[in-house]
């Protein structure tokens, strides 16, 4: 019903930037969030950052003040601008959105994307 396609990934160097895109389709329920969850080796997918149903935005005491999340609705796309990247940003980062109004609340209801590597070497 959902399908959400993330791009932008790749490697960089410590302080470096990269701007991930989420593109959404085939909605057919009510979507009241969209953000962005990681998943670094051995780890637990954890939150980024997202975008409410409030138009408040969220983000993770890790990257706060340097990465920003928008979107662009003409486009029907979701980003994620992230500056100063560190090595321990390294992981899988998913697109993700809900029918409630916060990506967190009910986790196994979540639509995911299928995930685009981030690797910041240091």
């Known amino acids: 019903q959902v399908q959400l396609v993330e791009s932008g990934g790749g490697s960089v160097q410590a302080g470096g930037s990269l701007r991930l895109s989420c593109a959404a389709s085939?909605?057919?329920?009510?979507?009241?969030?969209m953000g962005w969850f990681r998943q670094a080796p051995g780890k637990e997918r954890e939150f980024v950052a997202d975008?409410?149903?409030?138009?408040?935005?969220n983000y993770a005491d890790s990257v706060k003040g340097r990465f920003t999340i928008s979107r662009d609705n003409a486009k029907n796309t979701l980003y994620l601008q992230m500056n100063s990247l560190k090595p321990e940003d390294t992981a899988v980062y998913y697109c993700?959105?809900?029918?409630?109004?916060?990506?967190?609340?009910?986790?196994?209801?979540?639509?995911w994307g299928q995930g685009t590597q981030v690797t910041v070497s240091s």
């Open positions: 975008w409410s149903w409030a138009s408040r935005t």
């Open positions: 085939g909605r057919t329920v009510t979507i009241y969030s």
């Open positions: 993700a959105c809900s029918q409630f109004r916060s990506l967190t609340y009910s986790m196994t209801e979540n639509y």
